[in-house]
């Protein structure tokens, strides 16, 4: 805190204490309206494999509206260089310059510098990921990573607050200890950084300490608000760090304040932002882009590569016809589609290309992680393709390696999510209804007095299975398991399953989810060649490790079951398709063999009912850089809206 200290009074004369003739200068008041100033708070000196962090805060009564970071000496610029915190590994040794220039709300602009030295380091590093800027009452996610510690084992980690506003209580991932640590940042009435050490033991006895910085912003929230959550004793909210892809978009007002925000309650009208679909039949990859909404430009990056160069583009730009916006931010976890403001909202753990950008996610794990859990069975699903793991990217899923993904990769992890997501856009707004929308009309007006395409599938083509409607409430609406429910065994679920029309044990959540699985796994069939394979397990084959399967099935989408049910739904999101020609041309449904570990599985192929190959070494759970077979599992079930 900084105090203003008021001049003392000047005495005029040789000696103070006659009358009359002593005059005083009068103090004049520090101008409320003039920042004390701006101080980077961070390290000034590092060691090569250490992450460091710099951040600023603004004083109490001021805002910062606008700022920006240079970095020189290191290999590549900071991604958050438009917050008030950035964060980045250093990798080589030598001097580096931090430097931060920020615009208040009165307009004053001030800036400030900090040197940074980088010495070379051979012990155990800590390296606490990243940190950042967050809303009070935003969520939080660090992670501690280690670096020359090869061939040593953890034994210990020790996450403490050693600063700022005291956060009322942390979570921790699973484990024996955890690599991670969850909050949420509490109420503030003045920026604050809050300072979180990692204290990481090894089987040797040594240890090794990192600190990291988060920035709580002091922002302005509406209460009654779309986007903030009050179901918790402090308000949650979301980022306040939104920018427009496209700054000189003709929609960059309408989108920072219709779609994102804490303050946001209505509806925007038509007239503010419009579907794409009413504006334009043919939209291209910049119309799209002009629409499009991020916490950090590298999202819209990677997001425009993935539009410019992937073969689903023609499906894509005609089927975000149906949205306002593509809203992507490092806190939306799941991705989900909203009727209220006529959005997507892209989780970016779907898009990130190097660990860089990996590090500025929130990886907090899906509120509906936990769910279902008493019950003695699970299901998995994923996708393969030319006998390999499509998605998940089991390759790249240990964050602690470092390693990129292929355009490939992105392809596959965007694609999936996009046709899902757009599926639900084009549920609520499908083709026929772009031209006929009011521009007085918003979309949730527009919903209110619309039948979505998948109340007709479920008028029409009803899914049967009472048994796994309600196992869905359980696993994916937090209901309490009844005694019934947590008898039944895995074989008594897959027949229930497989004699009902779902392509995935996620369509019981909902008639809106049931039509979106139907076109995503069709999509991903016709347009990628991505097969999807349906798991179902039993509770004690997941419990012990084997994770063999009870019943799976590949290509479901083209059983005899599903396959009137998605040409109802295919031929009215995509009219332009040949959708009963194009399933004659699709693989048939072959079943997984039983018994047998779902990650093996993934290269089988059956030419004939009894020619069924296994590959003989499958990758190990365990490997480097790989996933591991629970990481798997939690990472498909209910990841999406």
Not at 173 to 183: I, K, P, R
Not at 375 to 384: I, Q
Not at 600 to 626: H, K, R, T, W
Request: include cysteine; charged fraction near 20%; hydrophobic fraction near 35%.
């Amino acid at each position: 805190m900084k105090y203003w200290l008021l001049p003392v009074s000047v005495c005029l004369v040789a000696a103070c204490g006659g009358s009359g003739s002593d005059s005083e200068i009068p103090a004049t008041p520090p101008d409320p309206t003039i920042p004390a100033g701006l101080t980077i708070s961070g390290n000034t000196s590092a060691q090569v494999g250490d992450t460091v962090d710099f951040a600023v805060a603004a004083p109490r009564g001021r805002t910062i509206t606008a700022i920006n970071w240079q970095v020189t000496g290191v290999n590549q610029q900071p991604l958050g260089a438009h917050t008030q915190a950035i964060g980045f590994d250093v990798t080589a040794s030598g001097n580096a310059t931090i430097e931060v220039q920020a615009t208040f709300d009165n307009g004053e602009t001030l800036s400030d510098s900090l040197s940074l030295a980088i010495s070379e380091n051979s012990s155990p590093v800590a390296t606490v990921r990243l940190g950042h800027e967050a809303a009070e009452g935003g969520r939080v996610s660090l992670r501690v990573d280690t670096a020359y510690a090869e061939g040593l084992e953890i034994s210990d980690i020790d996450w403490q607050q050693v600063g700022g506003p005291n956060v009322s209580s942390f979570e921790y991932n699973d484990g024996d200890y955890s690599n991670s640590v969850f909050f949420q940042a509490p109420l503030v009435n003045a920026d604050s950084i809050i300072t979180m050490q990692a204290t990481v033991r090894f089987s040797n006895g040594e240890s090794a300490v990192d600190t990291a910085q988060v920035v709580v912003k002091d922002v302005a929230i509406d209460e009654g608000g779309f986007f903030v959550d009050n179901d918790s004793a402090i308000p949650e909210t979301v980022t306040t760090h939104m920018q427009p892809y496209n700054p000189n978009s003709p929609y960059a007002s309408a989108l920072s304040n219709c779609v994102y925000n804490n303050v946001v309650e209505d509806s925007c009208q038509f007239s503010t932002l419009p579907l794409i679909g009413q504006v334009t039949e043919n939209p291209t990859v910049q119309d799209v882009l002009d629409r499009t909404y991020v916490s950090h430009p590298w999202m819209g990056d990677a997001f425009k590569h993935f539009l410019e160069t992937s073969a689903t583009q023609d499906d894509m730009l005609k089927l975000l016809r149906a949205t306002t916006a593509v809203v992507i931010s490092y806190d939306i976890r799941p991705s989900f589609y909203w009727v209220a403001t006529g959005a997507i909202y892209l989780d970016a753990g779907s898009l990130w290309r190097t660990p860089e950008e990996r590090d500025t996610l929130n990886t907090r794990p899906d509120y509906r992680s936990g769910f279902g859990n008493d019950l003695n069975f699970s299901t998995s699903w994923r996708y393969v393709k030319n006998g390999e793991y499509y998605y998940p990217v089991i390759t790249t899923g240990n964050a602690s390696e470092r390693l990129s993904r292929t355009d490939s990769e992105l392809e596959a992890s965007l694609g999936y999510l996009l046709y899902h997501e757009l599926a639900h856009a084009n549920d609520f707004f499908d083709h026929t209804e772009w031209g006929e929308l009011a521009m007085s009309e918003s979309p949730l007006s527009s919903y209110n007095d619309s039948n979505p395409l998948s109340t007709g599938l479920d008028n029409a083509m009803p899914l049967t299975s009472s048994e796994l409607h309600a196992l869905a409430d359980v696993r994916y609406s937090g209901e309490q398991s009844s005694a019934t429910q947590r008898s039944y065994t895995a074989s008594q679920v897959a027949n229930w399953f497989e004699e009902d029309g779902a392509v995935t044990f996620y369509a019981y959540s909902t008639e809106r989810e049931d039509l979106a699985t139907l076109f995503e796994r069709f999509m991903m069939l016709y347009r990628l060649g991505a097969s999807a394979d349906v798991g179902v397990f039993s509770r004690e084959n997941i419990d012990d490790g084997s994770f063999v399967i009870t019943w799976g099935q590949r290509d479901r989408i083209n059983d005899s079951n599903l396959t009137m049910r998605l040409e109802y739904v295919a031929s009215r999101i995509l009219p332009n398709l040949n959708v009963p020609a194009i399933q004659a041309q699709l693989p048939e449904p072959v079943e997984l063999p039983a018994g047998v570990n779902w990650r093996e599985l993934a290269g089988f192929n059956a030419q004939s009912g009894s020619d069924i190959q296994i590959p003989l070494q499958a990758p190990s759970s365990n490997a480097i850089g790989v996933m591991t077979m629970e990481d798997e599992l939690r990472q498909v079930q209910g990841l999406r809206h």
